[in-house]
């Protein structure tokens, strides 16, 4: 959606800067499935029994918050190489940084409502950082099954049969509170003269009158959006520490990182617009990526498919109808509701082909005794 003079902080959702990073690898399927049993052990361990180990002080996290990746560049020696922070290579990180959309930060001067994340002077924990979330998010290490343009291909690193890892996430709790904040900040505002929009949604115009609340707009924005940069990063160095610790040395490097919901500055045929986008991809064609190392491809665009389904990586065009933007995914084909009543045999097949993660083991005696949750996972 394109506006002018104004916003609707709803129409980007609360789930904000949810999006996609895309790592390339030289591994083989055949790498990882031999090593899948330990593998599995080490995923499960670091993603959801507690072995994230991703330590910061106040300073990094007031750095994270209002710089995003920027700051945690300009930080990250705090740490003190502790935990997972083993794995963050900085010379790299300078790099990668160059493949991710807005450079993975959105500058800000404030943070709002988070003094309980931002913790202590000292190295200290918390519980956000490095969550996966809950719906349709995902870590999935994938395989490049099938390429249609092998010089795009070979220029991004994607490789017949190589291996892959491909996250789809967002700012978690983080966006949950700023998106309150959105939305309880544009409904004081709304006049009490007019009747109010039966949909709930509001917008915050861009005037001096409302210039203070336009900035907490904003300031509340990059601190979710800057939390979801980090988030897929950290996110992405866990999954490096399962392979690695299982596999040994590889290569692993960042494609792109975009998010899909999140709101922009744009100027069209010399206008200042705001750009809207909810689960939509930016795709900016070669003219706009000029200056990047996508300029001579067009932006890349990561679509991900419902779990076990084939995901795909495309080439932005730049399309001005479309606003230059792609679809997020497919859509469903039933409401929720009906997909959580999937059929009993097809959910087994799908399991029997692909191996899913959860936080619990379906080996452990104490899981292995209870057919009622075997049942629930396909077992």
């Known amino acids: 959606m394109l506006t002018q003079g104004f916003i609707v902080p709803q129409a980007i959702g609360s789930d904000v800067n949810c999006g996609m990073r895309l790592y390339t690898t030289n591994l083989t399927e055949d790498k990882v499935k031999e090593n899948l049993q330990l593998l599995e052990k080490k995923i499960r361990h670091i993603f959801f029994e507690g072995g994230r180990n991703i330590p910061m002080t106040r300073v990094q996290r007031e750095a994270l918050l209002r710089e995003g990746l920027i700051g945690i560049l300009e930080t990250y020696y705090l740490s003190e190489s502790k935990g997972l922070w083993s794995y963050y290579n900085h010379k790299q990180q300078e790099i990668d940084i160059q493949n991710i959309s807005n450079m993975g930060s959105m ?12 913790g202590n002077e000292n190295l200290s924990y918390d519980q956000q950082i490095g969550s996966i979330g809950g719906d349709n998010h995902f870590v999935e290490v994938q395989k490049v099954s ?5 010089q795009v291909a070979k220029a991004w690193g994607l490789s017949k049969d190589r291996i892959v890892v491909m996250i789809h996430t967002g700012s ?7 998106g309150f904040y959105f939305r309880e900040l544009v409904k004081k505002i709304f006049p009490n003269n007019l009747k109010h929009p039966g949909n709930g949604i509001y917008p915050l115009p861009e005037s001096d009158k409302y210039l203070e609340k336009w900035d907490m707009f904003w300031s509340l924005l990059s601190n979710a959006a800057n939390f979801a940069f980090a988030n897929r990063l950290f996110l992405g160095l866990m999954m490096y520490k399962s392979l690695t610790d299982t596999i040994g040395e590889f290569d692993f490097k960042l494609l792109y990182d975009s998010p899909h919901n999140l709101v922009w500055r744009e100027e069209i045929d010399g206008k200042p617009y705001f750009l809207h986008r909810k689960g939509a991809c930016p795709s900016r ?15 890349p665009v990561l679509i991900p498919g419902s779990m076990g389904s084939s995901s795909f990586i495309l080439a932005g065009l730049g399309n001005r109808q479309s606003l230059f933007s792609s679809s997020h995914g497919a859509g469903r084909a039933v409401s929720r509701g009906k997909a959580i009543k999937a059929n009993d045999a097809a959910f087994r097949d799908f399991i029997e082909q692909f191996k899913v993660i959860t936080p619990l083991d379906p080996t452990k005696p104490e899981i292995k005794s209870r057919p009622d949750i075997m049942k629930k996972m396909g077992r």
């Open 285 to 299: 064609g070669m003219y706009q990526m000029s200056g990047t190392k996508f300029e001579y491809y067009g932006e």
């Open 107 to 118: 500058i800000t001067d404030r943070i709002i409502g988070l003094d309980d994340f931002l």
């Open 146 to 150: 099938e390429i249609l343009d092998k």
């Open 172 to 178: 978690v709790m983080i966006g949950q509170h700023s």
